[in-house]
């Protein structure tokens, strides 16, 4: 079936260093794929998306790119934050007209920026 | 804020006990999901109900079950609860529920924790 693969984390970094956190997927067709993103005690919410191969899904200087040659879609900030201490999710739900849009997340990855 | 909520924000109980979330989606949403967070399993997806009908089901258990109701709010019921059942439940809701852009909001989530 389906699946995500995501980097394991905990990832630590320094204050305005450059963010990679890698995504991998196995999907049947051309899935639709997201980053959420889940700050500590909160919910999660939607970072950004892309529907499309080439597609690049980008919010609050994140970016990601949907690779389908490479069936990746990584996601990558130039600059950190502290406040983007949180934990990232690559999810996927299914090709476009089917049946069920459920989202199939990747294990999640803790990013920690230290000042 | 998501515009999605959640009662309670934290749930104990005992083994062998029932409880009942509940889940409120964004106004104009028809489509509501439930997922599970926990720290063995990660993020599920458990079941998502679009309009009042069953669209799709993943891991949920026959333990648990679910409904959404003609006001279009929704509820999961946890029954014969057992220590494994302890984790997060998120509910999520979006417009439509189909394989479209379509993004689901998600709530704070229900803690629960199971003695």
């Known amino acids: 079936g389906d699946s995500v693969t995501q980097m394991e984390g905990p990832v630590t970094l320094s204050e305005e260093a450059f963010l990679t956190i890698n995504c991998t997927y196995t999907?049947?067709?051309?899935?639709?794929l997201f980053w959420y993103v889940q700050y500590p005690g909160e919910g999660l919410q939607l970072l950004l998306k892309?529907?499309?191969?080439?597609d690049k899904g980008s919010n609050k200087g994140f970016e990601a790119t949907y690779r389908k040659e490479t069936t990746s879609f990584h996601l990558e900030k130039g600059s950190v934050q502290v406040s983007d201490s949180a934990v990232y999710f690559c999810?996927?739900?299914?090709?476009?007209?089917?049946?069920?849009?459920?989202?199939?997340f990747g294990t999640g990855t803790l990013l920690a920026v230290q000042p | 804020d998501s515009g999605v909520t959640q009662t309670p924000k934290h749930l104990i109980t005992a083994t062998g006990q029932r409880v009942t979330l509940r889940c409120s989606p964004r106004?104009?949403?028809?489509?509501v999901y439930w997922y599970q967070q926990s720290l063995d399993q990660g993020l599920q997806f458990l079941i998502q109900?679009?309009?009042?009908?069953?669209?799709a089901k993943g891991n949920i258990l026959e333990r648990f079950s679910a409904q959404q109701f003609p006001d279009l709010h929704s509820e999961l019921n946890l029954s014969s609860l057992e220590l494994g059942d302890s984790a997060l439940y998120f509910c999520?809701?979006?417009?439509?529920?189909?394989?479209?852009?379509?993004?689901?909001?998600f709530g704070p989530g229900t803690r629960l924790t199971v003695l």
């Open positions: 999520a809701s979006s417009v439509r529920g189909r394989a479209l852009v379509d993004t689901q909001y």
């Open positions: 999907a049947t067709g051309y899935p639709s």
């Open positions: 892309a529907t499309k191969a080439d």
């Open positions: 999810a996927l739900s299914e090709a476009y007209g089917g049946a069920t849009n459920k989202l199939i």
């Open positions: 106004s104009g949403d028809l489509s």
């Open positions: 109900y679009y309009n009042g009908e069953e669209r």
